[in-house]
């Protein structure tokens, strides 16, 4: 087995063809014509706001084959359809917006306890009741404590309650809006779209 493979490697080091130069020149001269030049900045952004425009025109006409073929030069330009938007569910967007009204008012509960546990932790409160005691004075200021008018029941349930009123408000309006879209739509025939293939 040994002199198989020493005779297979002799032979393929003999059908080797010789380069000619040698190996230090080859790496300096490789890294001479593999190196491309970067354009400068101006350039790239030029570039971009262009492709951007043509872009841009091929959207606003999407029938223009020759828009088409400017925006995508190097491959086969995306299909465009100009579409129009011209009714509105208004099912769908009162149960979609009462859902994200719903998190809203969870995510303001939430944050506004973690805000009031923070100022608590922090010292606030006592910092206040101590300000006003040195800055009015006598028996009525040594009696006041802020959190009677801002502690954590009062507060969490003034807001709660905002919570539910906007949970209600959002809701009636985006179901209003959707409403009224429907009736402008009639009217003018709704807004106009173009949708494009994604090219990646």
Partial sequence: MTDRSAERTAERTATRKPT????????????????ATRPGLGERITSTVGKATDEH?????????AAAK??????????????R???????????????????????????????W???SAAGVWTS???????????????DFDVEKYVGISRVMGF???VAVVDVILITAIATLGAFLYNMAAALLGGVELTLAEDQR
Avoid at 20 to 35: C, F, L
Avoid at 57 to 63: K, S
Avoid at 128 to 140: L, R
């Fill in 117 to 119: 546990s923070v100022l």
């Fill in 128 to 142: 206040i009741n101590q300000t006003v005691q040195d800055v009015v004075g006598g028996q009525d200021a040594a």
């Fill in 57 to 65: 025109r091929a959207n606003a006409d999407p029938r223009s084959k």
């Fill in 70 to 83: 400017k925006a995508s030069p190097n491959r086969k330009p995306p299909r465009r359809a100009r579409l």
């Fill in 20 to 35: 000619g130069r040698p190996a230090t020149e080859r790496p300096a001269q490789d890294s001479v014509t593999d190196t």
């Fill in 159 to 161: 807001t709660m309650l």
């Fill in 85 to 115: 938007l011209t009714r509105i569910d208004p099912w769908s967007v009162m149960k979609t917006s009462f859902l994200l009204a719903i998190a809203f008012g969870v995510v303001t509960v939430v944050s506004v306890f973690i805000i």
